[in-house]
């Protein structure tokens, strides 16, 4: 299993270390079941505008 990141829920012991509410921790998603930790949402990739083609205007 790969690790990932997760966001500490309430200040206390996260795996053997004191952590305080709110920092991040690396942690498989075994070890996290067991602490007061949640998911750290993915980043997504901005969506690019599409582009259209437009037909080149007829000169007058």
Known sequence: MSA?????????WV????RQ??????LTPAQAAYENVRPQP???PAAKPKRTR????AAS
């Open 15 to 18: 795996a053997g270390v004191f």
């Open 42 to 44: 993915v980043p997504q």
């Open 4 to 12: 990932r990141d997760y966001i500490v829920t309430r200040t206390g």
């Open 21 to 26: 509410s709110g920092s991040v921790v690396r």
């Open 54 to 57: 437009r037909k080149p205007k």
